[in-house]
């Protein structure tokens, strides 16, 4: 729909008062936009566009008029020059008027545009505004006119430089955004329809989603847009049809666009058209002087002794930057350490609400609000006593930062002592003094089918540092691939027959805290019920899943399950307390990376288990991580040993053993651009020896 440009009155003569009523006027015509080539004073051979719409029928043989301001000088017009994009009987060059006069030549309608080139015109000798307006034979003695600024001042540059005016230039307003007119460059195209303008504002934060815009708040040359799209920094504009062959550019956003002023600072727009760009003089967004933002705040702690768990809490004013529900707000702690492994978003509120969720990274906790939360720019964060948040380990003083909406506050600094008070919890069980041996502990599904909603079991042989109620817990890493819902409820997950307390889900890590203490060396059984909704992985292969207490460093054990049909590899397992020799290489399936000397070096391509059960490792192990003589390309592999040589060739699972053909148990693939090649084919030609370790999930191998 198109949408009517309201167009300024400016005049360049005395304005008459009058105390009579104003009445509606009917217009014949409006949108009237005039543009020059050039607007220096006293130039002569201008070329003058006009254009404008009909607002009432002009029939065959009825005239539009073109008045220029009397310091206009039109007698070097050459009516033959003019140029009508409408059938037309006569033009006529009226130099006493100082007019244009068009004679139509055929019936046009109400809403038609018609666009005017008129050559040969001699600019005023005055820097001034001046009109030139437009009307016709059906006009009652009321005419529409554009303004033209003749010499300093000119609202168009030859350099492509616009200014950028603001209803408001106040940091965090909502304001409109008007991009003033500038000529498209000689070697760009004239604007065409259907073609997109892209302007590229100072920030992401300070444009709208694109599924809250409305193209009646965009327009293109004083026309409505077509169309709009957002991507991060950049609105793109469809040119619409009402400006095709334009060659100038006048965009303006109004303020139900959604525009929102960045922080005080100089800042410039870039207009990109037909690969030319088009950078805006800088404008200047304000301090907002009437702002109660806080420089900084204060910190409350429940307890300050170095080491000690704590509640915290801290309320910060953000002056125009509001927080709205469903938002961010990022606190950053002094240490990553301060932070628990899992937090729960019940444990921590925003203006009084608890947080929709919470996630971490290093020392920075995102803490998401309430979608219920009213907007505010006053913010106020509470980590209550079992969010588990603790005091960095020496004394000191400390401070906090929290960021809304990117602005981001310093808390006063905030003292840590040296006094550790008494932890809170019920005396623990000794630890046993011999280590818990989970090598036989057990992980397995009641449904290892494909796409199939599982539970699982686990059966831990014993926990070495006893688990308090309501404060440690297990996590069971679930291996990627599986699908694992955001949430689980506790009633879905039992410890020795109990429900959890509590279940919490960060991406396939599931976190159970026990409604139970329990004691170190006592069996534990975790039932995850098929109601959590777990679904396994759609590939038929190993999968490897991960068990960790919150009160132990590294694994308490790991263990491989065969999903679809898959097989877990019968290779011989060491007794129980077996040592791999140092100069062993072990690797893991799924896993991108083997462990040689207590280090880990990282694969091309993860080991996968083919057929369900042969063990597939890429050429490049052979030679990182036994040290073999080890060549490959994309279609063949050859592998040395002293006077052994096994030559193999992708897509085949035929080998050459010095010159003997042999067949592999399955055919060398590509994977990420390296042979993958059967594990034990080589290993048993070349004298190594695989064992499995039951403790770590890994395949060993050495000589």
């Known amino acids: 729909m198109e949408k009517k440009k309201l167009l300024p009155v400016v005049l360049a003569a005395t304005v008459i008062s009058t105390q009579f009523a104003l009445v509606p006027q009917a217009f014949a015509i409006s949108d009237v936009k005039v543009t020059a080539d050039d607007y220096d004073t006293e130039q002569d051979d201008v070329e003058y566009k006009v254009k404008f719409t009909l607002d009432e029928p002009l029939d065959s043989g009825q005239k539009f008029y073109i008045n220029f301001?009397?310091?206009?000088?039109?007698?070097?017009?050459?009516?033959?020059?003019?140029?009508?994009d409408v059938e037309y009987r006569?033009?006529?060059?009226?130099?006493?008027?100082?007019?244009?006069?068009?004679?139509?030549?055929?019936?046009?309608d109400e809403g038609d545009t018609i666009k005017v080139t008129i050559p040969g015109v001699i600019n005023p000798e005055d820097d001034d505004d001046y009109?030139?307006?437009?009307?016709?034979?059906?006009?009652?003695?009321?005419?529409?006119?554009?303004?033209?600024?003749?010499?300093?001042?000119?609202?168009?540059?030859?350099?492509?430089?616009?200014?950028?005016?603001?209803?408001?230039?106040?940091?965090?307003?909502?304001?409109s955004y008007d991009l003033d007119q500038f000529d498209l460059d000689s070697d760009s195209d004239d604007l065409q329809?259907?073609?997109?303008?892209?302007?590229?504002?100072?920030?992401?934060d300070m444009l709208p989603d694109e599924d809250d815009v409305d193209t009646e708040d965009v327009e293109i040359n004083g026309y409505e847009v077509d169309d709009i799209r957002i991507d991060d920094d950049e609105v793109e504009l469809k040119i619409p049809e009402d400006v095709d062959g334009d060659d100038y550019l006048e965009i303006s956003f109004s303020e139900d666009f959604g525009i929102t002023n960045p922080d005080a600072g100089d800042y410039t727009i870039t207009v990109t058209y037909d690969g030319v760009d088009y950078e805006s003089d800088e404008f200047t967004i304000d301090e907002d002087s009437s702002s109660s933002a806080s420089s900084d705040f204060s910190v409350s702690l429940s307890d300050t002794a170095a080491g000690a768990r704590s509640s915290y809490s801290f309320e910060a004013d953000f002056g125009s930057k509001k927080l709205h529900g469903g938002d961010d707000v990022i606190v950053e702690f002094p240490s990553s350490d301060m932070i628990p492994g899992i937090l729960t978003a019940s444990d921590v509120t925003v203006n009084?609400?608890?947080?929709?969720?919470?996630?971490?990274?290093?020392?920075?906790?995102?803490?998401?609000?309430?979608?219920?939360?009213?907007?505010?720019?006053?913010?106020?964060?509470?980590?209550?006593?079992?969010?588990?948040?603790?005091n960095p380990k020496t004394p000191g003083s400390y401070d906090l930062k929290m960021t809304v909406d990117g602005k981001t506050i310093t808390s006063r600094k905030f003292t840590i002592t040296n006094v550790v008070a008494p932890a809170p919890t019920p005396t623990p069980a000794p630890v046993p003094a011999t280590p818990v041996d989970n090598s036989t502990s057990t992980v397995s599904l009641t449904r290892p089918y494909l796409w199939a909603a599982t539970g699982i079991n686990i059966g831990i042989n014993g926990v070495n540092v006893p688990l308090v109620k309501g404060q440690d817990f297990l996590t069971v890493v679930v291996p990627a691939g599986f699908k694992v819902p955001p949430y689980i409820a506790p009633a879905n997950v039992t410890v020795n027959g109990i429900p959890a307390s509590y279940v919490s889900v960060l991406g396939?890590?599931?976190?159970?805290?026990?409604?139970?203490?329990?004691?170190?060396?006592?069996?534990?059984?975790?039932?995850?019920?098929?109601?959590?909704?777990?679904?396994?992985?759609?590939?038929?292969?190993?999968?490897?899943?991960?068990?960790?207490?919150?009160?132990?460093?590294?694994?308490?054990?790991?263990?491989?399950?065969?999903?679809?049909?898959?097989?877990?590899?019968?290779?011989?397992?060491?007794?129980?307390?077996?040592?791999?020799?140092?100069?062993?290489?072990s690797i893991k399936l799924n896993v991108a990376n083997f462990t040689k000397g207590g280090k880990t070096f990282p694969l091309t391509a993860a080991p996968y288990l083919a057929?369900?059960?042969?063990?597939?490792?890429?050429?490049?192990?052979?030679?990182?991580?036994?040290?073999?003589?080890?060549?490959?390309?994309?279609s063949t592999v050859a592998i040395i040993s002293g006077t052994n040589v096994i030559r193999l060739t992708v897509g085949s699972n035929k080998a050459r053993?010095?010159?003997?053909?042999?067949?592999?148990?399955?055919?060398?693939?590509?994977?990420?651009?390296?042979?993958?090649?059967p594990l034990r084919f080589i290993t048993d030609r070349l004298g190594y020896k695989v064992v499995w370790d039951a403790k770590t999930a890994s395949i060993g191998v050495y000589k």
């Open 90 to 108: 006569s033009i006529t060059v009226d130099d006493d008027a100082n007019e244009i006069i068009v004679k139509v030549d055929e019936d046009l």
């Open 131 to 175: 009109d030139v307006t437009v009307y016709t034979d059906n006009d009652d003695d009321d005419e529409e006119y554009d303004t033209v600024t003749i010499g300093d001042g000119s609202d168009s540059s030859s350099d492509g430089d616009y200014s950028v005016d603001l209803s408001d230039e106040t940091e965090g307003a909502n304001s």
């Open 508 to 585: 396939n890590n599931i976190a159970i805290y026990p409604a139970q203490d329990i004691p170190a060396g006592t069996r534990v059984n975790v039932v995850i019920n098929q109601a959590a909704n777990i679904v396994t992985a759609g590939q038929k292969t190993i999968y490897t899943f991960g068990v960790y207490s919150s009160k132990e460093k590294g694994i308490l054990f790991a263990r491989p399950v065969g999903i679809g049909g898959a097989v877990v590899p019968s290779t011989p397992t060491p007794s129980t307390g077996t040592t791999l020799p140092a100069n062993a290489a």
């Open 352 to 390: 009084g609400k608890p947080a929709k969720r919470i996630y971490k990274s290093g020392n920075k906790v995102w803490v998401t609000a309430s979608d219920s939360m009213a907007s505010s720019s006053n913010v106020e964060v509470e980590f209550s006593y079992s969010a588990w948040i603790t």
């Open 657 to 677: 053993v010095g010159v003997t053909e042999a067949t592999l148990p399955a055919a060398v693939v590509l994977k990420n651009g390296m042979p993958m090649v």
């Open 193 to 204: 329809e259907g073609e997109w303008v892209t302007v590229t504002f100072p920030d992401a």
């Open 69 to 84: 301001d009397s310091d206009f000088d039109l007698s070097e017009v050459d009516e033959d020059d003019v140029d009508v």
């Open 611 to 634: 057929n369900g059960s042969t063990t597939m490792v890429p050429a490049q192990f052979f030679k990182d991580g036994l040290a073999l003589t080890t060549q490959w390309n994309n």
